[in-house]
């Protein structure tokens, strides 16, 4: 990569902040969740004080989390509607995952792995903000059946298993594609990236800045 | 309330086995309601014994009072009126509290390590200095038992005396039931004494009678003789089979590892993923290029 | 009792009518659910209320509250009809042969001899006929249309089963159900025992109801028997030492008697209490009067009473009428108190018609109040809002508030219902200025008689010789009221037959009342608790649980009067050749020299069987009573009379004569009884285990276990009333109102009585506007003021009152 390589913009700064907002949020979430999900991470409660004081931290960390996440995701929106050329893209996955990415077809500024997450996060994130209401003590789980109780730690347990483990794809990927990370610490992206990996995005703001 | 010497068998939120080398005898309290007159000694015992002061509340159109189990109060009379055969009242009077399940369920959905202990002689019983007051105790009791304290957020209930049992007393309830509807020994004698007493209700003609140990939670530790064992629901909606909800059963039990282990394979995926294939690289060519 | 609580455990058959023991006296049921387990014994309850009690019974019937005796009345003519008693028994020990006088007559509902200016009987026709020699005549044939059995049957053979039905709203099958399962127990091996309370003596014929259950026990040969008897269940832990030490105010100790204002002279006064037997060969216990009498007198004035002054019989105040609470109160209320010492007491609680007590008590110049509680008599003059409507401003009382001990601050004993003294120990130091009741008591006894010394006054006497050897006068301790109590020899007791043997040597504590002398040689403070002190030391602190019959006779646990015996009568439970009536429940025997066994005998210990002396010792004719001779006010066989408000305005038994026609009712207090149309609904008052009176609001735990006032209605009257289980009604009767939370239970059921429904609303008392339990109104406002007409028991149990939502 030349230093005179061209950067395009990827993502604003208030949309890093964002991100990384909800990130953080999400590692404290994940960690305070798992420490109370099996024994084997109980550990975890150290990080926050112990045990009550994740079982305090946990839900008002969640509703933080919620509203940044889902601050994050409006922005993303429109970005994220499911294209013919993503489940092109998507018959190429086998390849793809094996960095054989001759002639993948364009796609616009997200895959659609990236998409499944996203629609993945707002569905689990939506549930566990739910089912963690019903199960909020001392608030809230006293206001409701017991039954219903049991049937949201169990939805919230799914819910999050779902979440954590598409994050962990999350983080993978970034680690994986070069060029990422560098998207959502500086905001930008060479415009090689932006052509090999999301072509038709790179087409727009090509179009949309003049040249 | 940890102040035993007891050997602890099983620990909440804890993978490995607790020390088993001793056995102690399986002890339980039967509780005769063919027998109880509902005068709330037990109430008072285990208010005087376990220093708790529950509020001072208001009649509610029924005798019982305090109205719910609550941290302050670990053991409640319900008093229920039916008619099972036309014309013929009956006043069931219940002593409610925890049920010391073998399998408790308490126990099973406490997420904090030595919250919750079960002793080898079969008592269940917190640990509040280790209680998290995440209230997943509630979820796990099949007999709606924990109550969490407004004041510490800790969860609470009877702890069948664990203290006393443990320096070879009776528990309080039992020491001062007046007419010896409450009894404690070692669970087989509680059952020998049990069948005495269905049959002699048997032979006053409730052909019922029975005693209520309900297996679906490996029996409990504290077993009612009721009249009409075949519809325990009228004793105040004690249920008829009492298990451990399966939300809560499939939540704790094969979730809990399948889950553990599929994150960790999430990331081993990804890890070996990356160590094989390498990172994914815009071309060189495509680079200068631009 | 006539037995004891342990006792109970005996019974083949437990009747409880007129109390509730699993409420009231939950630790003594301990000793019903052992006969129910270990004997398969069967528990009738008969309430009209499904009580706590019933909710263990393997019977319950109901019955509208008041009219007990019908219901009683009705089971004799089924026992007497059916040939269900215990014949040997009722022929060997009961006055059923006997002849009655000729002029004795029962028409209308009245007995012979009334006055109705008075509303009293002359009771000189109520007596047997006798011979020349002064003994009663008998008819062992049962022959004699006028002797006692034949009497009896007339008497309740109007009693029949739709008689019953129809005045006590009981359904006819559910009163034959009773009737059979009771007449089992007419089988000489078969034992039924009745607990009773104060559901049967809050009534204005509460003592004839208690006599009819005893005429059922007699017909069913069950007194003196193991696991039989009449029990009373004393209602405070020690109200049964109350009456023994004679604090009602017509007694002296050991139920010895006031004289009366006529009973001036001294060998009269004796002459008429030491009875003569009135059949041959009868032992007439009461014959030794003199002696407890003297003893008594001796105990109290030592050398001041001599044989020459009559052993001071003129100091004994001589009663014009018997001054009860209800009659005192009367007076207060008229203005003719001026000061009034309340001791452990909380009359305005306590007492009928609230308004009128209050109103009494605002009358005075001062109230001693002697309590370890804040009671509502101690505060009455102030404002609680509506429970306790009153402006302070226009009370002048003074009030004084002694504040004392309670029971776990202070040495001493109990009496418990099966007559056992039980010494207890100071558990803890009473709190801030609490003084003992004794010290209380003796502290001004001190300041009179230095006030008496110094000023004379108008009768010193009695004052400045009262005894008082205590070490420290001012508190004299348990020990020393005890040892007095049970009375020591003043001079060398010799025996009789040999003089030069001394018996008890002077100032050695007595063995027993049988060393009790009529000539001032013994002191003794309370005759029926001699040989609970004795030189053995205190044998009411004895604490042996060995019980070697199994029946339960625990000799070496504390002390019983009288001489430590635990079933009275109990030479009834053999038959006259002395065989015991069920072998399996042998309580004495006889050795061929003397009467032995598990329990001391209640019998002249050397006088064989065969001997014509029967069982009932204390009575002068031997035997028991089913015709109660002169004892009662209202009659010498009990009669259904209606409460004083009856919610059908008539007594179907005899319409003339409805209620009591022997119960003194005030002027004023007629007045306030109100009547069935206004007021529909009979209410009766009762307590509840959570509580214990007035007292145990006051404590955190018994507040929190039931915290609030409520009353129970049924079902029907609550949806005719639209009133739902919780909400707050008011229940008002002709003298005030009360508001509570309404319970609303299947428990407590309407009744058809005289063809009309009739709806019962229960009313627990406890409340009040003092202690930690939520602010309440004092039920006793709601109360009639009208008394037992032989012990003048206010009346409870049945009222009229009305419901309504607030």
């Not at chain 3, 044989?307 to 018997?322: G, H, S, T």
Request: hydrophobic share 40%; charged share 20%; glycine share 8%.
């Amino acid at each position: 990569m030349s230093h005179s390589a061209k950067l395009v913009t990827r993502y604003t700064a208030p949309e890093r902040v964002n991100h990384w907002f909800v990130t953080i949020t999400f590692v404290m979430l994940a960690f305070s969740g798992l420490a109370l999900f099996h024994p084997a991470f109980f550990f975890l409660t150290n990080l926050f004080g112990g045990g009550p004081w994740t079982r305090i931290l946990h839900p008002f960390i969640g509703v933080v989390m919620f509203v940044s996440f889902m601050a994050f995701a409006l922005r993303m929106l429109k970005y994220n509607h499911i294209t013919p050329a993503d489940k092109q893209w998507l018959a190429r996955l086998p390849d793809i995952v094996r960095n054989h990415d001759d002639n993948l077809p364009e796609i616009g500024k997200y895959n659609i792995g990236q998409k499944y997450l996203f629609w993945t996060l707002i569905i689990t994130i939506v549930l566990l903000l739910i089912s963690g209401i019903v199960i909020w003590q001392p608030y809230f789980a006293p206001k409701f059946s017991i039954d219903m109780v049991r049937l949201a730690v169990l939805v919230h347990a799914f819910a999050a298993f779902v979440a954590i483990a598409s994050i962990m794809v999350h983080v993978s990927a970034a680690i994986w594609v070069k060029g990422s990370v560098r998207a959502m610490t500086r905001g930008t992206v060479t415009a090689a990236w932006a052509r090999h990996h999301h072509g038709q995005w790179y087409k727009e703001i090509a179009k949309g800045s003049g040249k | 309330m940890s102040m035993q010497s007891l050997d602890i068998q099983r620990r909440s939120a804890t993978t490995t086995p607790s020390p088993d080398a001793r056995q102690t005898l399986e002890v339980a309290k039967l509780i005769d309601v063919s027998k109880c007159i509902g005068c709330k000694a037990c109430q008072s015992a285990c208010m005087e014994w376990n220093d708790l002061r529950d509020e001072v509340g208001s009649n509610a159109g029924i005798y019982d009072n305090p109205r719910d189990l609550s941290d302050q109060s670990w053991t409640v009379m319900r008093f229920s009126e039916v008619e099972v055969q036309q014309g013929k009242l009956e006043w069931l009077i219940r002593k409610d509290g925890c049920m010391h399940c073998a399998d408790p369920g308490c126990l099973k959905a406490c997420p904090s390590p030595g919250a919750i202990v079960q002793y080898s002689n079969g008592i269940v019983d917190f640990h509040e200095e280790n209680c998290i007051g995440c209230g997943y105790c509630i979820t796990g009791c099949p007999f709606n038992v924990p109550r969490i304290s407004q004041k510490d957020n800790k969860a609470y209930k009877c702890t069948l005396c664990s203290d006393r049992v443990a320096v070879g007393q009776e528990p309080a309830c039992v020491k001062t039931c007046p007419t010896g509807a409450i009894v404690f020994g070692s669970k087989e004698d509680m059952i020998d004494h049990a069948q005495e007493r269905i049959a002699d209700l048997k032979e006053r003609g409730y052909d019922n009678a029975g005693l209520y140990d309900p297996q679906g939670v490996g029996g409990t530790h504290v077993m009612y003789v009721l009249q009409h064992a075949d519809q325990p629901e009228l004793y105040h909606g004690l249920p008829k089979d009492p298990h451990i909800s399966p939300m809560v059963g499939l939540w704790k039990g094969i979730a809990k590892p399948l889950m553990s282990f599929g994150l960790g394979l999430v990331a081993l995926a990804g890890f070996f993923h990356y160590i094989k294939v390498g990172p994914k690289e815009v071309p060189e060519d495509e680079e200068t290029e631009s | 009792m006539t037995n004891h609580w342990v006792d109970i455990k005996n019974a083949d058959l437990i009747l409880i009518m007129g109390g509730n023991a699993a409420e009231a006296h939950p630790c003594g049921f301990k000793w019903v659910t052992e006969a129910k387990a270990q004997r398969k014994a069967r528990l009738v309850v008969v309430d009209p209320r499904f009580t706590r009690s019933a909710s263990v019974a393997d019977y319950y019937a109901p019955i509208r509250a008041g009219s007990d005796i019908a219901f009683l009345g009705g089971v004799i003519n089924y026992l007497l009809t059916h040939d269900k008693i215990q014949h040997e028994y009722v022929k060997a020990y009961t006055d059923a042969t006997f002849v009655v006088r000729e002029d004795y007559t029962f028409e209308n509902g009245m007995f012979s001899g009334y006055n109705e200016a008075k509303r009293s009987y002359d009771k000189a026709t109520w007596m047997y006929e006798l011979d020349k020699d002064g003994y009663a005549i008998s008819d062992p044939a049962l022959q004699n249309p006028r002797c006692v059995f034949n009497l009896m049957k007339r008497h309740y053979a109007r009693y029949t089963p739709e008689v019953v039905s129809n005045i006590t709203g009981t359904p006819r099958d559910q009163f034959l159900k009773v009737c059979e399962t009771i007449a089992t127990c007419s089988a000489p091996n078969k034992v039924m025992t009745i607990m009773y309370a104060l559901g049967w003596t809050q009534h204005s014929v509460g003592s004839q109801i208690i006599r009819t259950g005893a005429m059922l026990q007699l017909l069913l040969g069950n007194i003196g028997m193991a696991g039989g008897g009449m029990n009373a269940l004393r209602g405070h832990s020690n109200i049964q030492g109350l009456t023994d030490l004679g604090l009602l105010s017509n007694l002296l100790p050991g139920y010895m008697t006031l004289p009366g204002e006529k009973e001036t002279d001294f060998q009269t006064y004796l002459d008429k209490r030491a009875l003569k037997p009135l059949r041959p060969g009868q032992m007439s216990y009461w014959q030794n009067y003199p002696k407890f009498h003297v003893s008594l007198m001796k105990a109290w004035f030592g050398d001041a009473a001599t044989r020459e002054n009559n052993f001071c019989f003129d100091w004994l105040p001589k009663l014009d009428k018997v001054h009860d609470v209800l009659q005192v109160f009367e007076d207060m209320n008229q203005g003719k108190m001026n000061g009034y010492f309340c001791q452990g007491f909380n009359p305005l609680a306590s007492f009928p018609n609230k308004a009128k007590v209050g109103g009494a008590l605002a009358k005075l110049k001062y109230l001693v109040i002697i309590d370890p509680l804040v009671t509502e008599t101690s505060t009455f003059w102030e404002n609680h809002g509506e429970f306790n409507d009153v402006d302070p401003a226009k009370i002048q009382t003074e009030v004084f508030r002694l504040p004392s001990t309670c029971f776990a601050e202070e040495d001493g004993s109990l009496v418990n219902s099966g007559r056992w003294l039980q010494w207890h120990y100071k558990g803890a130091e009473p709190p801030g200025e609490a003084r003992g009741d004794n010290e209380i008591m003796a502290g001004l006894f001190t300041k009179l008689k230095e006030l008496y010394k110094k000023e004379g006054g108008a009768f010193p006497d009695p004052i400045l010789n009262l005894t008082w050897g205590y070490k420290i006068p001012h508190a004299p301790a348990a020990e020393e009221l005890a040892r007095e109590f049970n009375g020591k020899a003043l001079a060398d007791l010799t025996d009789a037959k040999d003089p030069a043997k001394v018996l008890v040597k002077a100032g050695e504590q007595l063995a027993s009342f049988a060393q009790l002398r009529d000539d001032g040689s013994t002191a003794c403070g309370c005759w029926i608790f001699s040989g609970s002190w004795t030189d053995k030391g205190n044998q009411m602190a004895r604490r042996d649980s060995s019980d070697p019959s199994g029946l339960g006779n625990t000799l070496n646990w504390a002390w019983a009067w009288p001489v430590n015996r635990r079933v009275l009568y109990n030479r009834a439970s053999l038959d006259p050749a002395g065989k015991p009536w069920d072998p399996q429940r042998k309580l004495i025997g006889w050795d061929g020299a003397k009467w032995g066994g598990t329990d001391v005998p209640d019998f002249k210990p050397d006088v064989p069987p065969g001997d014509p002396m029967n069982p009932f010792i204390m009575n002068p004719e031997g035997v028991a009573r089913l015709f109660a001779i002169d004892k009662m006010a209202e009659g010498p066989f009990p009669e259904h009379y209606e409460p004083f408000e009856t919610p059908i305005d008539t007594n179907p038994m005899h319409p003339g004569v409805i209620s009591n026609p022997a119960a003194r009712v005030f002027k004023g207090d007629m007045e306030a009884f109100g009547k069935a149309k206004e007021f529909p609904y009979v209410a009766t008052t009762y307590r509840l285990t959570e509580h214990f009176h007035y007292w145990t609001k006051h404590a955190r735990i018994n507040a929190v276990l039931q915290p609030e006032q409520f009353i129970e209605i049924g079902e029907e009257l609550a949806q005719a009333k639209g009133i739902k289980a919780g909400d707050k009604v008011k229940v008002r009767s002709n003298r005030g109102y009360i508001k509570a939370v309404a319970v609303v239970t299947k428990r407590i059921r309407a009744l058809e009585v005289a063809g009309k429904k009739v709806h019962t609303v229960g009313v627990p008392i406890h409340w009040g506007f003092q202690g930690l339990a939520k602010n309440g109104f004092l039920t006793n406002t709601l109360t009639p003021v009208v008394g037992d007409a032989n012990t003048q028991t206010p009346e409870f149990k049945a009222f009229l009152v009305d419901i309504e939502k607030v």
